[in-house]
């Protein structure tokens, strides 16, 4: 397929698998289509005024019910070892954790490293273990025909070896709410070199780019705060220009009156420090009036909520 | 064939004047034809109304980003497009319209062997539909999960999702007694003489049909209720964070609505088995075959769910039984097909809108099964699945088999339905935009899934923008097919040229009645001593 990039091994073998059933199948089609157009010209009423009864043949039909299944069987087969091959990593893959949430991609390394952009080396294999924190996704990378549901409370896994540099789509295949076209993020292949540059030097070193994209990247010297809250998914909820999304903005919420459901009714609030905290560390206690009770849980480090609540008070 | 040709002074169903008239003389009445027309005027209204929200959608995916609706609203629609077509239209389908009008009558009956129960199952109907309409207008916005309602997203999301999930049960009793109906009328009130294997290839389709709807639909009705229960109390059968397994409800949602897709393609099946004869003046080629066919499909259609859930981590041994398992129920459709095209041999082919028609049907259900086919080999799944593949897929066999075989159908016994005969030009010029942009509109969705289009999406990334165009403009294409189709019908019975009892030359019991038939179907009971496709007599007459 030319207008889908090829770009893992597994890739070249379902595509492979694809063109034979293809081919196949479009015997199959055009055998049916002819003989029926040739059948309607040859035998209508004018040509052919009286019809002949014939109501079997034996021999024909065992025929085609025989040949079918063993084609199907013989599809089955094919269909099946190519995927058992992409369900048994080899041993010296490198295990990358992906997790899914409203609305965002992240992927943990061995070495506690974590990004919103997955980045893999060329030539070698590379094991995700899928899971999901809210509901269910669907992570897919079209360019290496590999697909793995997230679900919630279960590790899905699947291994790839990419085949070519470059950066390619990752895109969510599970319906999950209102921003599920843009649960997008890539993968980027890369040389073992670059890779190993950032894998294993200091925090804050420079993700490693392919070839093909070395446009600076997008997030690149913004504050802190949103470095920790991207990955966590918080910015597809939450904006920082005072536009409400899912949920209310940032801008402008620290030191704010608002009214908030709770377990026992509705309740005014001012919103402090503490009741920041109270809203990200457990999200249901108090909902804001107005809102769905949508935000998820997020685990979130001591420190960093600090950070994250001080970045909101400043945003004013 | 031992009947003679009615003719007889007795009003027909649609005149008949009983307890009530007017309006009421249909909503209150409990005549198998007359239930069949209710079905089929509310059917085809839904139908309309998911039509619309489709064309909408395809206009929405003519800009990449900057859309004319919001990404909520657009979720909104393809959920309701989605229950819509298929819990108020291909579901009930060829059983609901054809299986009540044709059936009692090509059994040689009077009625279905509970009249009042059919009405009742058609107010089932009615109710589930307008539950579904209310779901739209009322709480915090109509559902947005899409039509499989997949936990935990439909737990969790603030949409009226208690309230649709409602309607879909209460629209599976619907289906549960019109099976329970069906099948007794094929055990109870076949004509003295019809045997089973003197019985046409419909009533076998409709009897494996409804065996399906009697026992799948249950599952679907206790999946439901455990979401609103799980919506209502938070009881964790579904929602990992309580406990629950949201695969556990995949595996329920699809063990009812795998089998539904059998429940409807079957009855279609069926009817291009009785168009097919009628057409080429021969018998079946391989009767037997076929009717086993739809038993096998039936028994083996309920075994293979789990093939929806091949990304969902099952256990790789799950998933190659499952995929084995698909491939085997692949057969049986096969050997229809060959039967099919081996009937059209030495007919004398008489070339009529229904039998174009159901020659589009085996073209596009070939292209609908196929493409099945690739999906139930694992390694090509794992890359197709939630793709607008699957969409591309499920619509050739949805619409390009099951629409393709209503149309067949209604044009088939539409001058016995309405005793009237529509223009033959007016059905091949709607034919015409309607294949034509039926493909455009759908095989450019089967490529978009091999190029990785996710299904359900509101934006696309700009690779995928120029397929996007052309799958719209199919659609526009077909729009305007289906309106001319549906509207010179309409013109048609009121004033289509009157229809004699058997325009076709057909050999069935429905062509001995009078057209329209007379109320009470047969002033006699015909007594069977034949099979079903007996054309040696008429023959070259
Ligand atoms: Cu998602």
Redesign the pocket.
Same mark, same amino acid.
């Given at each position: 397929m030319n207008f889908l990039p090829k770009a893992s091994t597994f890739a070249t073998q379902a595509d492979k698998l694809f063109l034979q059933i293809f081919v196949l199948s479009l015997v199959f089609l055009v055998f049916i289509t002819a003989l029926m157009i040739y059948f309607v010209i040859k035998y209508s009423k004018k040509r052919h005024p009286k019809a002949e009864q014939i109501e079997g043949h034996t021999l024909l039909e065992i025929t085609w019910t025989v040949v079918p299944l063993l084609l199907f069987v013989a599809i089955f087969y094919y269909g099946w070892t190519s995927y058992d091959y992409a369900r048994r990593a080899p041993r010296d893959a490198m295990v990358v954790k992906v997790t @899914?949430r409203?609305?965002t991609w992240s992927f943990k390394y061995p070495n506690g490293k974590q990004t919103d952009k997955l980045y893999a080396v060329l030539d070698r294999p590379m094991k995700l273990d899928v899971n999901s924190v809210d +509901?269910? /996704? @669907?992570f897919y990378i079209p360019a290496f025909r590999l697909k793995a549901d997230?679900v919630p409370g279960r590790t899905n896994t699947i291994w790839f070896q990419p085949t070519r540099l470059g950066t390619y789509d990752i895109q *969510?295949?599970? +319906? *999950? @709410?209102v921003n /599920?076209s843009s649960?997008l993020s890539h993968v980027e292949v890369v040389r073992e070199k670059e890779f190993k540059a950032w894998y294993f030097g200091p925090e804050g070193a420079p993700e490693p780019t392919a070839v093909a994209a070395l446009a600076p990247p997008e997030h690149a010297g913004e504050p802190e705060a949103l470095a920790l809250m991207r990955p966590r998914g918080c910015l597809g909820c939450h904006s920082i220009d005072g536009k409400p999304m899912v949920g209310p903005t940032f801008r402008g919420l620290y030191g704010k009156q608002e009214e908030v459901v709770t377990k026992t009714g509705l309740a005014r609030v001012t919103m402090d420090d503490e009741r920041l905290r109270l809203a990200i560390l457990e999200p249901s206690r108090e909902v804001v009036r107005g809102y769905p009770e949508q935000m998820p849980v997020v685990p979130i480090g001591d420190d960093e909520l600090n950070r994250v609540v001080a970045y909101i008070k400043e945003l004013k | 064939m031992s009947t003679q040709q009615h003719t007889t002074a007795e009003p027909n169903y649609l005149e008949y004047d009983g307890k009530h008239n007017g309006l009421l003389g249909w909503l209150l009445s409990t005549d198998h034809k007359r239930v069949a027309i209710l079905y089929l005027v509310s059917m085809v209204t839904f139908f309309f109304a998911g039509v619309s929200a489709g064309f909408v959608m395809r206009l929405v995916q003519l800009t990449p980003f900057h859309k004319m609706i919001t990404a909520q609203t657009y979720n909104a629609l393809f959920t309701f497009h989605g229950v819509v077509m298929i819990f108020l239209f291909v579901i009930p389908g060829l059983n609901a319209v054809f299986g009540n009008f044709v059936l009692p009558i090509i059994l040689g009956a009077k009625d279905v062997q509970f009249p009042r129960l059919n009405l009742a199952s058609w107010y089932f109907f009615i109710g589930g539909a307008l539950i579904a309409v209310i779901a739209l207008f009322t709480g915090n916005g109509p559902p947005d999960t899409g039509w499989s309602f997949y936990a935990p997203f439909s737990l969790k999301t603030g949409t009226n999702v208690t309230l649709g999930v409602f309607a879909a049960f209460i629209l599976g009793f619907s289906s549960m007694l019109t099976g329970i109906n069906f099948v007794t009328t094929i055990h109870r009130l076949r004509a003295p003489g019809m045997t089973f294997f003197k019985m046409p290839l419909f009533p076998w389709a409709v009897y494996a049909t409804s065996w399906m709807q009697i026992l799948a639909t249950p599952v679907l009705a206790v999946t439901l209720l455990l979401v609103i229960l799980e919506r209502l109390f938070g009881i964790g059968i579904f929602d990992p964070a309580k406990g629950g397994d949201p695969v556990l409800y995949q595996h329920m949602f699809w063990i009812y609505s795998h089998p539904a897709v059998y429940i409807m393609i079957l009855p279609a099946m069926g009817a291009i088995s009785e168009i097919l004869p009628t057409f080429a003046q021969r018998t079946i080629f391989g009767y037997k075959a076929i009717a086993f066919s739809s038993i096998a499909i039936a028994g083996f259609g309920s075994l293979v769910w789990a093939h929806h859930m091949f990304t969902s981590g099952m256990s790789d041994f799950g998933n190659m039984i499952f995929s084995l398992l698909t491939m085997v129920v692949a057969v049986p459709s096969a050997i229809k097909v060959f039967n099919w095209v081996a009937t059209l041999y030495k007919g004398s082919i008489n070339f009529q809108p229904p039998l174009l028609y159901a020659l589009s049907f085996i073209f596009l259900f070939c292209i609908g099964g196929m493409t099945g086919v690739w999906q139930g080999a694992l390694a090509l799944d794992i890359h197709l699945h939630d793709t607008y593949f699957i969409v591309g897929h499920f619509h050739y066999v949805m619409f390009g088999g099951t629409g393709f075989a209503f149309f067949a159908a209604l044009v088939y016994w539409f001058p016995k339905m309405f005793g009237r005969m529509y223009s033959n030009t007016a059905m091949y010029v709607a034919w015409f935009p309607m294949f034509i942009g039926f493909n455009m509109l759908y095989f450019t969705m089967l490529i978009l899934g091999m190029q990785g289009m996710p299904r359900r999406y509101y934006a696309h990334l700009p690779q995928y923008h120029l397929a996007h165009v052309v799958a719209t403009v199919g659609s526009w294409i077909m729009i305007s097919g289906l309106l001319i189709f549906f509207g010179s019908l309409l013109h048609a019975v009121f004033r289509g040229k009157k229809a004699g009892s058997n325009p076709w030359h057909a050999v069935t019991l429905e062509w001995s009645v009078p057209s329209p038939p007379p109320v009470e179907n047969f002033d006699e009971v015909p007594t069977v001593t034949h099979e079903p496709y007996h054309f040696a007599k008429e023959a070259g007459s």
């Open positions: @899914g409203q609305w +509901i269910l /996704h @669907g997230a *969510c295949t599970v +319906i *999950c @709410g /599920h649960m | -």
